[in-house]
Each structure stands twice: as structure tokens, then as C-alpha cells.
């Protein structure tokens, strides 16, 4: 029996679900059996090692698994010098300061001296210094947002995503110092054999996550504005164009990026274009 690539992923919690979701996507099919620790693909040469978020860059350091998919904020707080292959781009999140909403804040200066709660000393320390601030640190490994309360911090430095957590606790965010989102890390000495499954993954994976940033475009538009449709929508190629039997009419059909997209529908729109049919796509190379 060939070799398999070991995948480190995260159990349970945020970047659980979203990785396995890019795995399927790449048409690999597995169990997804929550008891079990170790699982096995059915149709490609990988092995799923579920364990906590926290383990991974280690374990993908020691080789017990050869790639892992975890939070760049996990990955720098650890400080292992591993190989990030791909930013997968979910799990959006930032690193801030915040403190309490009476405290009258202007700069990071301001933190001098203060004791700040995070689970992320490394990161937070990086930045300080950069900044000639001074400040201890609270090493705390969860519900930070709770420690201005109970008297143990002046700050804190957490993960944000809606900013709820923060307001519900009476804490405002004053300065994002880091951005993260989940990223592929790699073992750089796996063999060839495993490198050779590790290509062929990361071509699946990079059409899922290109074909995540377009939607697929279908209209009709009265003939004589295509070449003006045209431009609008940019698109891979030029766009396909179909006449419409008996009509001055035509159906084009397009590839348009999701960050453009709202701007491209209400020029089209405006164009005299009807029936615009959007739907998303799952897999995309150029
Ligand atoms: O059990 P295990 O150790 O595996 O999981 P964990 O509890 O350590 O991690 P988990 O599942 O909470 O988060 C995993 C990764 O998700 C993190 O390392 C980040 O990379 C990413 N991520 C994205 C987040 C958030 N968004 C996030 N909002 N991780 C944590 N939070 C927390 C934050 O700490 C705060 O308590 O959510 C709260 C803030 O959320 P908002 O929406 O109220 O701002
Ligand atoms: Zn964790």
C-alpha cells in the first residue's frame, strides 16, 4: 500500500468545520465521524488527525502530521518555524487591544506600565517593543475579556471578529495589531512520495478557493450594448455571447470576481440587461 499524507485539523471549534468543507470540496470523501481521533479518506491517499488547535503547529513540527490547517495567530504565537503553504481565508479574524470604556485611551503609550490579559504574549510583546511600550503581561488561556472585572488586568489583548464579545463585557477596542485567518502549514521534510499527494491536494485546494472569489453570470442584453456589457464585466476570456432566435436580443454568460460583482450587476443593470441568473462556483482553474 502506497503512502498517505497526514492532515492535521482541528477537532472541534471554529476552523473544524470550514477545513473539512475544503477537503470535501476537493472531492474527497471521509466518515467525518466526530468520536474518532484518526480517520482515513475513502478516495485519495489521506489521513485525518482531529486534535486541539493548539497542538497542530507542533505536531506538524515533530512530523506526526505532515501538514496541519490552523489559525495564524495559533502559528505565530508558537514561534515554529514551519512552511505556510496557502492562506485558505476563512476564520477571518484580528488581534486587538481593548480596554475597559471609562479608560480615556490615545495611543499604544498609553499601556505603559499596564497589565494586559491575552493568550497571545508573543505577538502582543512583538508589537510593544516595536512601539518602545513597556506593559506586563496577564497569560491567561481563556475568557480574557472577564479579567478587567475581576481586578487581575488594566487591558487586554484578544481575537475579535464581531466585536460583540468585547461590548457585552463593557470593554471597547482601541488598536487591531494583527490579522488572521487559517492557513496550511507544512512539515518541509516530508518525502517525495508525500510531496507528491501534497501537489496534487493543493491543486484541488486552489481551485476551490479561486472558484470561492467569482460568481458565474448569465444575461440577456439587447445586441447593440455587448461591446459595452463587455467591458463591463472584464471576466477570464471574453464572454460568451449566444443570439436569441428571433429577437435583436443575445444571452451572455461570464465569470465576474465577487469583490466587483454588486458594481458589475448595477452597470449591466443600467445597460438595459434582463433576467441576470448569478450562481456561485465550486471549482475553478484558469
Ligand atoms: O479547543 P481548541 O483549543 O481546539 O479551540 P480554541 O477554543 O482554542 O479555538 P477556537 O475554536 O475558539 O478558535 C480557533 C481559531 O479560530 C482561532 O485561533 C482563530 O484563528 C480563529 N477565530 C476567528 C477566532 C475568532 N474568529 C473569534 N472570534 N477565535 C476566537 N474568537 C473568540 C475570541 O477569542 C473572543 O472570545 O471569539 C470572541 C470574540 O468574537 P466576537 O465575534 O464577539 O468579536
Ligand atoms: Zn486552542
Not at 481521533?37 to 503547529?57: H, S
Not at 481563556?142 to 466585536?163: K, R
Not at 464579545?165 to 490579522?179: C, D, F, S
Request: charged share 25%; glycine share 6%; hydrophobic share 40%.
Amino acid at each position: 500500500m502506497g503512502k498517505k499524507l497526514r492532515i492535521a485539523i482541528q477537532s472541534k471549534g471554529r476552523l473544524s468545520e470550514k477545513s473539512l468543507d475544503i477537503i470535501e470540496k476537493c472531492g474527497i470523501d471521509f466518515a467525518n465521524d466526530p468520536r474518532v481521533l484518526k480517520e482515513e479518506a475513502y478516495n485519495f491517499p489521506l489521513e485525518f488527525l482531529f486534535v486541539r488547535d493548539d497542538d497542530i503547529p507542533g505536531y506538524v513540527d515533530s512530523g506526526i502530521a505532515d501538514i496541519g490547517i490552523v489559525g495564524r495567530n495559533e502559528f505565530d504565537e508558537k514561534q515554529i518555524p514551519l512552511k505556510v503553504i496557502r492562506d485558505l481565508g476563512f476564520a477571518k479574524c484580528r488581534l486587538s487591544v481593548a480596554v475597559p470604556n471609562s479608560f480615556n485611551y490615545t495611543s499604544l503609550k498609553d499601556l505603559e506600565g499596564l497589565r494586559i490579559a491575552t493568550s497571545y504574549p508573543n505577538i502582543l510583546d512583538k508589537v510593544l517593543k516595536e512601539n518602545g511600550v513597556k506593559a506586563s503581561y496577564v497569560n491567561v488561556s481563556g475568557s480574557v475579556e472577564v479579567t478587567p472585572f475581576i481586578g487581575v488586568a488594566d487591558a487586554i489583548c484578544d481575537l475579535v471578529s464581531t466585536g460583540t464579545t468585547l461590548k457585552m463585557n463593557g470593554l471597547k477596542e482601541v488598536e487591531p495589531i494583527y490579522n488572521s485567518s487559517a492557513i496550511m502549514i507544512m512539515n518541509s521534510e516530508i518525502d517525495s512520495e508525500r510531496k507528491a499527494i501534497l501537489d496534487r491536494l493543493l491543486l484541488r485546494i486552489d481551485s476551490v478557493i479561486k472558484a470561492k472569489d467569482y460568481k458565474y453570470v448569465m444575461f440577456n442584453l439587447p445586441e447593440e450594448h455587448i461591446r459595452a456589457a463587455a467591458q463591463i464585466v472584464g471576466g477570464m476570456k471574453s464572454p460568451t455571447v449566444t443570439k436569441l432566435f428571433d429577437s435583436d436580443w443575445v444571452s451572455v454568460q461570464t465569470v465576474v470576481a465577487e469583490d466587483i460583482f454588486w458594481s458589475v450587476f448595477e452597470q449591466l443593470k443600467d445597460l438595459g440587461a434582463e433576467g441576470i441568473l448569478v450562481t456561485s462556483i465550486e471549482k475553478m482553474t484558469e
